[in-house]
């Protein structure tokens, strides 16, 4: 078969003799692949329609729409070697650290996933509670309950703000970012795309710089979310500072492959004792690569710090 993707992006115009057909049968017929590889590209994030990532094969497009088709990256294809990296483990819990680009649930039609090689390190046996996740292209901290009343017990402590979650973001921006409160509801205005509305769910999110490079318009930013909305940190940076660096479906102009967002910390108490743990776990290389460079430094105590104003 060939290779759905050129050495560079490739960009059309949908013609009106497409208008009102697929997303996967367009990309198919304006850029000669066959139709799964079409649909394989729009799975893996690779497509974007409009100016918006779009990870529907079944979207219809419209008469004129631009269409990008992103080039191929094959690090995304066997991410890490199918490994898992497990921060903490006992019978209660388990905290793994998820790479960019790996889905934290199997995508529609199949695929590696951390899900999928959390129960792979159990070798199918025993229980395992999923409790929250983050974005493909986000890296970071995520864990799981290894009892149901483990896992009921992390549910709450999520619910009622007892848990903290602490994210490092890097946001594209001319001016530095004030250390701010943004609260704006958020609600799904398309498949897979959130967008803020007075009538949406209510969303809270805190934010403090730790470092700013003025030529590299970048910022380092360490962010807590007090909801946990889907899209919520890079919506309301978007809205209130600027868009994370490589996430083009909220604002940035930038094809990378990951976004500048990684979920560093993580505190709760014990499910079984109550003891209260913390992990810490510092940006990969990958992250650092977004910068191109720019001179940002992460605070030794970064962890201690709070965004709250």
């Not at 992006?9 to 017929?29: C, H, M, N, S």
């Not at 191929?72 to 793994?96: C, F, K």
């Not at 680009?101 to 792979?120: C, F, I, N, Y």
């Amino acid at each position: 078969m060939s290779a759905p993707f050129d050495a560079q992006a490739r960009d059309f115009a949908v013609p009106p003799e497409l208008a009102g057909k697929r997303l996967d049968l367009a990309l198919a017929t304006l850029a000669g692949v066959t139709r799964n590889e079409a649909r394989r590209s729009i799975e893996q994030g690779s497509v974007y329609l409009a100016g918006s990532r779009s990870q529907l094969a079944a979207t219809l497009v419209e008469d004129g729409q631009q269409l990008r088709l992103l080039p191929s990256n094959p690090d995304r294809t066997h991410i890490d070697e199918g490994q898992l990296r497990v921060v903490y483990r006992d019978d209660w819990l388990m905290v793994v650290e998820k790479p960019a680009g790996l889905p934290t649930q199997p995508p529609p039609r199949g695929g590696d996933a951390l899900s999928l090689r959390v129960r792979k390190e159990l070798d199918g046996r025993g229980y395992l509670g999923e409790l929250h996740r983050l974005d493909r292209d986000v890296s970071g901290l995520v864990m799981y309950g290894m009892r149901p009343e483990s896992t009921a017990n992390l549910a709450e402590q999520l619910r009622y703000h007892r848990a903290t979650r602490r994210y490092l973001a890097l946001i594209h921006t001319a001016i530095p970012v004030p250390q701010q409160t943004i609260n704006e509801p958020l609600r799904e205005i398309a498949p897979g795309r959130m967008g803020l509305h007075p009538a949406g769910m209510p969303a809270r999110t805190h934010v403090v710089q730790l470092d700013f490079a003025e030529k590299a318009r970048i910022a380092l930013a360490l962010v807590a979310l007090e909801t946990g909305r889907s899209h919520q940190i890079r919506l309301h940076l978007a809205w209130s500072a600027g868009a994370l660096v490589g996430d083009r479906q909220y604002g940035d102009t930038l094809a990378l492959p990951r976004i500048g967002l990684h979920a560093a910390m993580l505190r709760l108490r014990h499910p079984h004792d109550g003891e209260q743990c913390t992990w810490t776990l510092p940006p990969p290389d990958d992250f650092w690569a977004l910068t191109n460079g720019a001179p940002l430094q992460l605070p030794a105590d970064w962890a201690m710090l709070d965004p709250k104003p």
